[in-house]
C-alpha cells in the first residue's frame, strides 16, 4: 500500500539556522510513530512542514501519493490529517465548545444536524458530555487539551499528527487519550517528552537530534 | 477578567432578540444625540434609564462604569463653559463663564449618559457571541464582525499573557521608579505582549487553515423574533417620536 507521507530530502532553516538537513521521514497506513527529540530540535517544525504550515528550503513532501507545494495543494492534506496544536488555547477559537467541535465537520460540507451529531458522538468518546455550552476560554487546561484533540478527530482525519497530546493532563485525562488512539485511531505521529505515553501510545519511535531523524527502536 | 458580567442576567432585556436590541439602540443613538437643547435630552435618559430598571445590572460594577464615563465628561465641564460665548453667568477674572456654554455641557452630559446606559442596558445585556451573530444578520460586514470576534476571544489571553510578565517582573523584585531602568522595563513589557500576539495570531490562523477555515464561521443556532422582540421595538420607536413631538 501507498505511504501517507513520504517527506524526502527535506532541510530546514529558521533565519539561516539550521534546524534540520536532509531528512527523510515516511508514515505507513497503520503505523503508530512516535517522536522525541530535545527541545527546539524541530520537532513541531517536522509535523507543520507536513501540513504545509511551514515551507522546507530543500527537499519534496508527497501526502496521499501526490506532490505537494502550493497551498492549494494542502488543503486536502489539511482535511484529511488531523493535527493537534502543542498549546491549545490557539487551537480553540470559537465561543463554545460545540461550536468549536463543529467548526472543523461543517467547513468539510457537512450539514447542521450531522455536525451536531458529530459533536455528540465526539464528546461521548473523549467524556466532554456536558461541556458542550461551555465557553471555550473559560474552560480549565486539561479540558481545553482534551476539546481540542476533540475537535481534531470530529474531522474524522486518515492520519493524526499530535503535538504533546499528553501535556498538561491528568492520569485519568490521558487513560481516556490512550484509549481512544488504541481503539479508534489507527495511524498517528506522536511528539511527546512523556516516556510512559510514548511507550504506551506507539510502536515506532525515532529520536531529532542535531539535525537528524533516527529511528530508535 | 471578566467581561461579560452585564449578560449574565435574567430579566426580559437579556431575552429579547439581539438584532431588535442593535436596531433599537442605533435608532436611540441618532434620536439622542441629534437632540438639541436640555429637555429633550432629559427625556431620552429617563428612557434609558427606564431600560436599566427592567435590566438590573450590578449595581457597583454598573457604576464604576459609568463614573470612568463621567471622568472623560468632567473634562467636557472645564473647557466648554469657559470657551463658549455668550451671555455672562459668571467672571473669573479675565475669564467668562457662559449660560449657554454651561447649557451646552449639560445638554452633552446628559445625551453620553443616557448613550451610556442605554448601551449597558441594551447592548451589555447580550453576550459578544450572540452579538456577533446578530451583527451577521444584519448584513454588518463579516471582516469586522470576524474582527470584534476574535478581539473578544483573545483579550483575555492577552490578558493573562500580561499578567504572566507583571508576575515575573515583580517576582525579580522590580519597583517602578522615575528612571531608565524603570521605563526600559516597562518598554520591554509592551514590546513582549506585541510579539507574543503576533506569534499567537499567526499559530491561531494556522489552526484555523489546519479545520478548513474558509473566510466564514459557520452557525450553529438562530435568532426567532417573537411578539415580546416586535413590541419592543415598536414601543420604542413610537416613544422616540413622542419624544420628538413633544418638545
Same mark, same amino acid.
Given at each position: 500500500?501507498? /505511504?501517507?507521507?513520504?517527506?524526502?530530502?527535506?532541510?530546514?532553516?529558521?533565519?539561516?539556522? !539550521?534546524?534540520?538537513?536532509?531528512?527523510?521521514?515516511?508514515?505507513?497506513?497503520?503505523?503508530?510513530?512516535?517522536?522525541?527529540?530535545?527541545?527546539?530540535?524541530?520537532?513541531?517544525?517536522?509535523?507543520?512542514?507536513?501540513?504545509?504550515?511551514?515551507?522546507?528550503?530543500?527537499?519534496?513532501?508527497?501526502?496521499?501519493?501526490? !506532490?505537494?507545494?502550493?497551498?492549494?495543494?494542502?488543503?486536502?492534506?489539511?482535511?484529511?490529517?488531523?493535527?493537534?496544536?502543542?498549546?491549545?488555547?490557539?487551537?480553540?477559537?470559537?465561543?463554545?465548545?460545540?461550536?468549536?467541535?463543529?467548526?472543523?465537520?461543517?467547513?468539510?460540507?457537512?450539514?447542521?444536524?450531522?455536525?451536531?451529531?458529530?459533536?455528540?458522538?465526539?464528546?461521548?468518546?473523549?467524556?466532554?458530555?456536558?461541556?458542550?455550552? !461551555?465557553?471555550?476560554?473559560?474552560?480549565?487546561?486539561?479540558?481545553?487539551?482534551?476539546?481540542?484533540?476533540?475537535?481534531?478527530?470530529? !474531522?474524522?482525519?486518515?492520519?493524526?499528527?499530535?503535538?504533546?497530546?499528553?501535556?498538561?493532563?491528568?492520569?485519568?485525562?490521558?487513560?481516556?487519550?490512550?484509549?481512544?488512539?488504541?481503539?479508534?485511531? /489507527?495511524?498517528?505521529?506522536?511528539?511527546?517528552?512523556?516516556?510512559?505515553?510514548?511507550?504506551?501510545?506507539?510502536?515506532?519511535?525515532?529520536?531529532?537530534?542535531?539535525?537528524?531523524?533516527?529511528?530508535?527502536? | 477578567?471578566?467581561?461579560?458580567?452585564?449578560?449574565?442576567?435574567?430579566?426580559?432585556?437579556?431575552?429579547?432578540?439581539?438584532?431588535?436590541?442593535? $436596531?433599537?439602540?442605533?435608532?436611540?443613538?441618532?434620536?439622542?444625540?441629534?437632540?438639541?437643547?436640555?429637555?429633550?435630552?432629559?427625556?431620552?435618559?429617563?428612557?434609558?434609564?427606564?431600560?436599566?430598571? $427592567?435590566?438590573? +445590572?450590578?449595581?457597583?460594577?454598573?457604576?464604576?462604569?459609568?463614573?470612568?464615563? #463621567?471622568?472623560?465628561?468632567?473634562?467636557?465641564?472645564?473647557?466648554? +463653559?469657559?470657551?463658549?460665548?455668550?451671555?455672562?453667568?459668571?467672571?473669573?477674572?479675565?475669564? #467668562?463663564?457662559?449660560?449657554?456654554?454651561?447649557?451646552?455641557?449639560?445638554?452633552?452630559?446628559?445625551?453620553?449618559?443616557?448613550?451610556?446606559?442605554?448601551?449597558?442596558?441594551?447592548?451589555?445585556?447580550?453576550?459578544?457571541?450572540?452579538?456577533?451573530?446578530?451583527?451577521?444578520?444584519?448584513?454588518?460586514?463579516?471582516?469586522?464582525?470576524?474582527?470584534?470576534?476574535?478581539?473578544?476571544?483573545?483579550?483575555?489571553?492577552?490578558?493573562?499573557?500580561?499578567?504572566?510578565?507583571?508576575?515575573? $517582573?515583580?517576582?525579580?523584585?522590580?519597583?517602578?521608579?522615575?528612571? $531608565?531602568?524603570?521605563?526600559?522595563?516597562?518598554?520591554?513589557?509592551?514590546?513582549?505582549?506585541?510579539?507574543?500576539?503576533?506569534?499567537?495570531?499567526?499559530?491561531?490562523?494556522?489552526?484555523?487553515?489546519?479545520?478548513?477555515?474558509?473566510?466564514?464561521?459557520?452557525?450553529?443556532?438562530?435568532?426567532?423574533?417573537?411578539?415580546?422582540?416586535?413590541?419592543?421595538?415598536?414601543?420604542?420607536?413610537?416613544?422616540?417620536?413622542?419624544?420628538?413631538?413633544?418638545?
Amino acid at each position: 500500500m501507498d /505511504s501517507i507521507i513520504r517527506l524526502k530530502d527535506i532541510s530546514f532553516a529558521y533565519n539561516k539556522k !539550521m534546524v534540520f538537513q536532509n531528512v527523510d521521514f515516511v508514515v505507513n497506513p497503520g503505523e503508530r510513530i512516535g517522536l522525541i527529540g530535545p527541545n527546539g530540535s524541530g520537532k513541531t517544525t517536522l509535523l507543520q512542514i507536513i501540513m504545509g504550515l511551514l515551507k522546507p528550503q530543500r527537499g519534496t513532501i508527497e501526502v496521499f501519493g501526490k !506532490m505537494r507545494k502550493t497551498d492549494a495543494d494542502f488543503l486536502e492534506v489539511r482535511r484529511k490529517i488531523g493535527f493537534l496544536f502543542q498549546n491549545s488555547e490557539n487551537q480553540l477559537f470559537c465561543p463554545t465548545v460545540k461550536e468549536d467541535i463543529a467548526f472543523g465537520p461543517l467547513n468539510l460540507g457537512k450539514s447542521k444536524d450531522e455536525a451536531l451529531r458529530i459533536v455528540k458522538e465526539t464528546c461521548d468518546i473523549l467524556g466532554l458530555n456536558g461541556l458542550e455550552d !461551555m465557553v471555550t476560554h473559560k474552560l480549565s487546561g486539561g479540558e481545553k487539551r482534551l476539546v481540542a484533540l476533540a475537535t481534531v478527530i470530529a !474531522m474524522k482525519p486518515l492520519c493524526f499528527l499530535l503535538d504533546e497530546p499528553s501535556a498538561e493532563l491528568d492520569e485519568d485525562a490521558i487513560e481516556r487519550v490512550l484509549s481512544y488512539l488504541k481503539n479508534y485511531a /489507527s495511524t498517528y505521529v506522536v511528539v511527546s517528552h512523556d516516556k510512559r505515553f510514548i511507550e504506551a501510545a506507539t510502536e515506532k519511535i525515532y529520536i531529532l537530534k542535531d539535525g537528524k531523524l533516527r529511528l530508535l527502536t | 477578567m471578566h467581561l461579560e458580567e452585564f449578560a449574565e442576567g435574567k430579566s426580559i432585556l437579556h431575552n429579547l432578540d439581539p438584532r431588535v436590541k442593535i $436596531i433599537v439602540f442605533v435608532v436611540f443613538s441618532i434620536f439622542c444625540v441629534l437632540a438639541p437643547g436640555v429637555k429633550l435630552p432629559l427625556f431620552f435618559l429617563f428612557y434609558s434609564l427606564a431600560l436599566l430598571f $427592567i435590566a438590573r +445590572p450590578n449595581t457597583k460594577a454598573f457604576i464604576s462604569r459609568l463614573a470612568m464615563a #463621567n471622568l472623560f465628561i468632567g473634562i467636557v465641564w472645564i473647557f466648554i +463653559p469657559l470657551s463658549y460665548k455668550g451671555n455672562t453667568y459668571l467672571a473669573l477674572g479675565s475669564m #467668562n463663564v457662559s449660560q449657554e456654554g454651561i447649557q451646552y455641557a449639560v445638554s452633552i452630559t446628559l445625551k453620553s449618559n443616557a448613550v451610556i446606559i442605554g448601551t449597558i442596558a441594551l447592548i451589555s445585556t447580550s453576550s459578544a457571541f450572540r452579538l456577533a451573530h446578530a451583527m451577521l444578520h444584519l448584513k454588518v460586514p463579516k471582516k469586522l464582525i470576524i474582527l470584534f470576534f476574535l478581539f473578544y476571544r483573545y483579550i483575555t489571553v492577552v490578558h493573562e499573557e500580561y499578567l504572566t510578565i507583571k508576575r515575573a $517582573i515583580l517576582l525579580r523584585g522590580f519597583v517602578p521608579r522615575t528612571d $531608565i531602568h524603570t521605563y526600559r522595563t516597562f518598554a520591554y513589557m509592551v514590546g513582549g505582549l506585541l510579539i507574543k500576539s503576533y506569534e499567537r495570531a499567526e499559530e491561531i490562523y494556522k489552526a484555523m487553515l489546519c479545520r478548513g477555515f474558509g473566510g466564514s464561521f459557520p452557525l450553529l443556532d438562530h435568532f426567532r423574533m417573537g411578539h415580546r422582540d416586535a413590541l419592543f421595538l415598536l414601543l420604542s420607536i413610537l416613544t422616540f417620536f413622542a419624544f420628538w413631538m413633544k418638545s
